[in-house]
């Protein structure tokens, strides 16, 4: 990718879901590039004011010592909130599916603060409870929650490797009560409904099959969160890490995408 007089080499390697691997190649890559950016793994759940620590993430980030390694948090909180500003078309009180608040909670922070109905999908979702709660609920029942549950492995919450396309048809019910579905994309594609008539999704990562998809089940309107390059959205830690290339800091990211035309983006699926 060209930013003004810089180019960038952004290269994807994935793991398979498998840490050890994650670590190998965080460690051969160590000191050889300006900035690695981290998928599938958080350094922390954030809820509210307060962190908790991902086991796996905190292993992974200690695998690293000369490059700057990032897991997507700068970008999803001063760049992925600004996407609400783009969801003036709908009513005021439409209703919001986060489908993990903790790996999206400024996304939802916002959302709320718009003025919609945020459902927090992360029992649901990571937990394969068939259960939503509003965002002050899902705070209270997480701070009390997330010193045992931040133990839980990874594999066990999040879709990894082949995982990732295998669609299992759950939580249709949640789906149906949302008109604005947001956050991670594994986690809706994971879960993909064989309908989503009219809804507005709000997320990053997706290939131009995978937009194609959003459209065959009857997406209105697409919000990438991240730029589109040669087709594919970046996810968030990759985004970070280009940032990081550049020399910015997360309190500056919202100044240099706008520089390069890398803000939220609205895209029509539905003519």
């Not at 991902?54 to 897991?71: A, F, H, N």
Request: a positive charge; charged letters at 15%.
């Amino acid at each position: 990718m060209n930013c003004g007089r810089e180019t960038i080499l952004l290269e994807r390697r994935g793991c398979n879901g498998c840490i050890d691997t994650a670590a190998r190649f965080l460690r051969e890559l160590d000191g050889r590039v300006d900035a690695l950016g981290l998928g599938g793994a958080n350094f922390f759940y954030q809820l509210g004011s307060r962190r908790y620590p991902c086991p796996e993430g905190q292993y992974l980030y200690r695998q690293v010592k000369k490059t700057p390694l990032v897991d997507g948090s700068g970008w999803k909180q001063w760049i992925e909130p600004l996407a609400v500003r783009l969801l003036d078309f709908l009513p005021f009180g439409s209703t919001a599916l986060v489908v993990s608040v903790l790996d999206r909670y400024w996304l939802a922070q916002a959302l709320q603060f718009k003025g919609f109905k945020v459902i927090a999908g992360d029992a649901a979702f990571g937990l394969k409870l068939p259960l939503g709660f509003s965002l002050s609920c899902f705070r209270l029942l997480g701070h009390l929650t997330m010193p045992l549950l931040a133990h839980l492995p990874l594999a066990y919450l999040y879709p990894h490797g082949n995982g990732q396309q295998k669609s299992y048809l759950r939580f249709n019910h949640l789906f149906t009560r949302a008109k604005i579905i947001a956050g991670d994309w594994h986690f809706i594609r994971h879960n993909l409904p064989n309908s989503l008539e009219g809804k507005v999704v709000v997320t990053s990562g997706t290939t131009p099959s995978e937009r194609q998809l959003l459209r065959r089940v009857g997406v209105f309107s697409l919000i990438t969160t991240t730029p589109i390059f040669a087709g594919f959205s970046p996810a968030a830690n990759a985004m970070e890490a280009v940032m990081t290339a550049l020399g910015s800091v997360p309190e500056q990211f919202a100044v240099l995408a706008g520089d390069f035309g890398w803000l939220p983006t609205l895209h029509l699926l539905q003519e």
